[in-house]
């Protein structure tokens, strides 16, 4: 157990509808970042947040955007989902410059 | 960024030390190799990291060659519960303080009685 909390376990959504996964950080972890693993690969970086602002971005396109609130949680909004959307999303939460990510166990989203 | 390679799986028999290899020839002086493992529909776990010495803790020790371009991650007696999917990666850290990880496919260990 990590400490990091994901919303929801599952989720199922039609493609051109919009979505948003919440993340609730380890106490005292002020950096948030968002993964998105596709089934068989490893992890991608979407981005990172850091005190509510975007601080650095994977290569994803912008209809992924994401939030961090003054508790620290985080969202992740994805619009005009596309099958390929499909995957397991993760959060994972580090106090800044800290060599090690605390992952949650990811929200399954699929895209039909 | 540099790039990881890393066998697709490996097998090992339970309280058999396993031996992970990896090779990270474009690394640069600055950039540490640390391991992840993915336990089936669990978020990856920190298992160790190091920059040019040898490392150990509680769950690993990482040896890295000397001139950096390899390392292996020993896990030193093999549970079935470290069946998992281990993850070799260079630590990107940029002037902003971003920290994103850059996995690759990883090694598929499996664990067996």
């Known amino acids: 157990e990590t400490g990091v909390t994901q919303s929801p376990t599952h989720l199922i959504k039609t493609r051109g509808q919009q979505v948003t996964l919440r993340c609730s950080s380890q106490?005292?972890?002020?950096?948030v970042s968002w993964y998105q693993q596709a089934l068989g690969q490893g992890p991608q970086f979407i981005f990172q947040y850091y005190r509510e602002e975007e601080n650095g971005r994977g290569n994803f396109p912008p209809r992924f955007s994401g939030l961090q609130f003054p508790n620290y949680s985080s969202e992740l909004n994805v619009n005009a989902l596309e099958l390929d959307d499909s995957a397991l999303y993760l959060c994972?939460?580090?106090?800044?410059?800290?060599?090690?990510?605390?992952f949650g166990p990811g929200t399954r989203l699929t895209v039909t | 960024d540099a790039k990881t390679t890393q066998p697709t799986s490996m097998d090992c028999a339970e309280g058999r030390a396993a031996n992970l290899p990896c090779n990270h020839s474009t690394i640069s002086g600055n950039e540490y190799v640390y391991w992840y493992r993915q336990i089936h529909s669990q978020g990856p776990q920190y298992i160790i990291h190091?920059?040019?010495n040898n490392e150990t803790n509680e769950m690993a020790s990482l040896i890295i060659t000397e001139d950096r371009k390899s390392s292996t991650l020993i896990l030193p007696h093999a549970t079935l519960r470290d069946t998992a999917v281990y993850y070799c990666i260079v630590r990107v850290a940029n002037p902003s303080g971003t920290d994103k990880l850059i996995f690759g496919t990883g090694t598929r260990l499996q664990v067996f009685p």
């Open positions: 190091g920059l040019k």
């Open positions: 994972a939460s580090s106090p800044q410059y800290s060599y090690e990510q605390y």
């Open positions: 106490s005292g972890h002020n950096t």
